[in-house]
């Protein structure tokens, strides 16, 4: 283990299979990413069927810990897409990822896939990942990517819409309602009922609890479309 920042984005695999992806965004704990508290129901199961056998590999590495949490999304998004990462964000994805019932190897060729596979295993940090800029809109047909983008097309978007929290004159946005509804419950103790409804209206939060005075003036709020 040799780490030089603070932060780090780090992922868990059986062989060459993904199935995890994390950070240490909170607090910086430069041992998070070989601890097995805290892990969800789902990471136990897959660990435990492998008989607790696992590797730990450190991808990226920050000095700021919003851009730990900005790439550890990121890179979720991207394993789930893929259909890797599975014990990743369980709790906000699902029917809810805009990829759910969409395999890639439904509408990639065989030359495809392979290539596609190729930049993600040579993925890695900075000017020497791979995968930034590589599209998927690169890899495969113009016909594949319109059928992609067809399967998209039938789902709820409520759940990708992108939002934002806005405390204390700082704002950080989301690119869908369910990681923000993840950040303001791990940050502020904030239920998701309360904050379906600050997203409902878009009003300043104002609690009744003397508890959650200090969260006075939050605001949760979809970002408007660019016209």
């Known amino acids: ?10 992922c868990h695999k059986i062989g060459d299979h993904i199935f995890y ?9 430069e041992k998070r990413a070989w601890s097995k508290k805290r892990r969800p129901e789902k990471w136990h199961q897959i660990v435990n069927s492998n008989g607790g056998h696992y590797t730990v590999e450190i991808l990226e590495e920050f000095d700021n810990s919003k ?9 979720i998004h991207y394993y789930h897409d893929i259909g ?14 805009q990829m ?6 439904d509408i990639l060729s065989e030359e495809q896939n392979k290539k596609w596979r190729e930049n993600l295993s040579k993925a890695r940090t900075g000017s020497n990942n ?3 800029g590589v599209s998927l809109k690169d890899v495969i047909s ?22 934002r929290v806005t405390f204390k004159g700082e704002t950080i946005e989301f690119e869908c309602r369910g990681h923000l509804e993840k950040y303001v419950r791990e940050e502020y103790g ?27 003036g939050i605001i949760l709020e979809f970002i408007p479309e660019e016209k």
């Open 142 to 163: 113009p016909e594949a990517y319109d059928e992609w983008r067809k399967k998209l097309s039938g789902k709820p978007s409520v759940q990708r819409k992108p939002c």
């Open 1 to 10: 283990m040799n780490t030089t920042t603070n932060f780090y984005v780090c």
């Open 84 to 97: 890797q990462a599975e014990a990743s964000g369980e709790d906000h994805r699902g029917e809810r990822n």
């Open 67 to 75: 851009l730990a949490r900005k790439r550890e999304t990121e890179l």
């Open 100 to 105: 759910a019932g969409v395999n890639l190897n």
């Open 21 to 29: 992806i994390g950070s240490n965004w909170r607090g910086g704990d």
């Open 190 to 216: 904030i239920s998701r009922n309360v904050c379906l409804k600050l997203l409902k209206t878009g009003e300043p939060y104002n609690p009744t609890h003397k508890k959650k005075k200090h969260l006075s």
């Open 130 to 132: 791979s995968m930034y």
